[in-house]
């Protein structure tokens, strides 16, 4: 059994920066594609990033895109995501995914393990 653990949310203001990670264990996920989404309370998860297990392909919302950087360590089992000039919209609580199979925004409901995310919060 997968298990995620997701680290460095924490307040922040905008403009400012922070790294989320996500470790996995319990299984081999170097396989895996691997994404984040995030949640706010009265509204729908929503995709944010994932990316290939080789790392070539790398998928982004648009909200997010030229701000945020998925990438991960096949070795260490760890994906990360480098947020940078965070808004207050951006204020959710972040959960990583793993999938054997392709992680968009529309398969975010078939995904097999998942995180408990970690909450990030941006201050105006």
């Known amino acids: 059994q997968v298990q995620l653990v997701e680290s460095g949310g924490g307040l922040v203001q905008a403009g400012g920066s922070l790294r989320l990670s996500c470790a996995a264990s319990?299984?081999?996920?170097?396989?895996?594609?691997m994404g984040w989404f995030r949640q706010t309370p009265g509204k729908e998860r929503e995709f944010v990033a994932a990316?290939?297990?080789?790392?070539?392909?790398?998928y982004y919302a648009d909200s997010v895109k030229g701000r945020f950087t998925i990438s991960r360590d096949v070795i260490k089992n760890t994906v990360y995501l480098q947020m940078n000039s965070l808004k207050p919209e951006d204020t959710a609580v972040y959960s990583c995914?793993?999938?054997?199979?392709?992680?968009?925004?529309?398969?975010?409901?078939?995904?097999?393990?998942w995180g408990q995310g970690t909450q990030v919060t941006v201050s105006s």
């Open positions: 995914a793993a999938d054997p199979r392709e992680i968009t925004a529309q398969s975010m409901n078939v995904l097999w393990y």
């Open positions: 319990g299984g081999v996920v170097s396989r895996f594609w």
């Open positions: 990316i290939h297990w080789n790392g070539t392909l790398r």
